[in-house]
């Protein structure tokens, strides 16, 4: 089992950064392929951001590309989510997921942090 827990969101002005961890424990981090997920309020849940257990390989979502950077610690159990040059569009609850394998779906899911952009 793992247990995900996600700090570093909350309310930010449009052209700020803003960094989000997910700090895991319950099984050993460094096998663990981690993304970042959010969800606003009536829009499905949507990929933000994945990093492979060895941080080499990483993807973006078209809609933070550039923008945002996803990073890991291994010697930490840290996943983070540095997101620069925020939107209003990017208002919403964001959530840190792994899994113990390169396919397949996200089988841990932390409880979510909110991140709140002003325009």
């Known amino acids: 089992q793992v247990q995900l827990v996600e700090t570093g969101g909350g309310l930010v002005q449009a052209g700020d950064s803003l960094r989000l961890s997910c700090a895991a424990s319950g099984r050993t981090f460094s096998i663990l392929n981690m993304g970042w997920f959010r969800q606003a309020p009536g829009k499905e849940r949507e990929l933000v951001a994945t990093?492979?257990?060895?941080?080499?390989?990483?993807y973006y979502g078209d809609s933070v590309k550039i923008r945002f950077t996803i990073s890991r610690d291994n010697a930490k159990n840290t996943v983070y989510l540095q997101m620069n040059s925020l939107k209003a569009e990017d208002t919403a609850i964001y959530y840190c997921?792994?899994?113990?394998?390169?396919?397949?779906?996200?089988?841990?899911w932390g409880q979510g942090t909110q991140v709140t952009v002003s325009s």
């Open positions: 997921a792994a899994k113990p394998t390169a396919t397949g779906q996200y089988r841990y």
């Open positions: 990093i492979t257990n060895s941080g080499i390989s990483t």
